[in-house]
């Protein structure tokens, strides 16, 4: 590779970098519109829903309780 090919190496590894850039945030953002959009659909549904508390609390004892002296 000469020196030219180099630089056009550069210029397009450096466009294609601020192309990405700018369209991360979109794609982002589509995928957690749609994230969202699946847990109403989720919520609506009758007797399929339950409570993150009822899910994340642990059923035994709890770490972290003062112990009585």
Same mark, same amino acid.
Do not use: F, K
């Given at each position: 590779?000469? *020196?030219?090919?180099?630089?056009?190496?550069?210029?397009?590894?450096?466009?294609?970098?601020?192309?990405?850039?700018?369209?991360?945030?979109?794609?982002? *953002?589509?995928?957690?519109?749609?994230?969202?959009?699946?847990?109403?659909?989720?919520?609506?549904?009758? *007797?399929?829903?339950?409570?993150?508390?009822?899910?994340?609390?642990?059923?035994?004892?709890?770490?972290?309780?003062?112990?009585?002296?």
């Amino acid at each position: 590779m000469n *020196g030219n090919q180099i630089e056009g190496l550069i210029g397009m590894l450096a466009t294609l970098g601020i192309l990405v850039l700018l369209i991360l945030p979109s794609v982002l *953002g589509v995928l957690r519109d749609r994230r969202i959009d699946r847990q109403l659909r989720q919520a609506q549904q009758p *007797g399929t829903h339950t409570g993150p508390a009822q899910e994340a609390r642990p059923h035994g004892r709890r770490h972290g309780a003062a112990r009585p002296a």
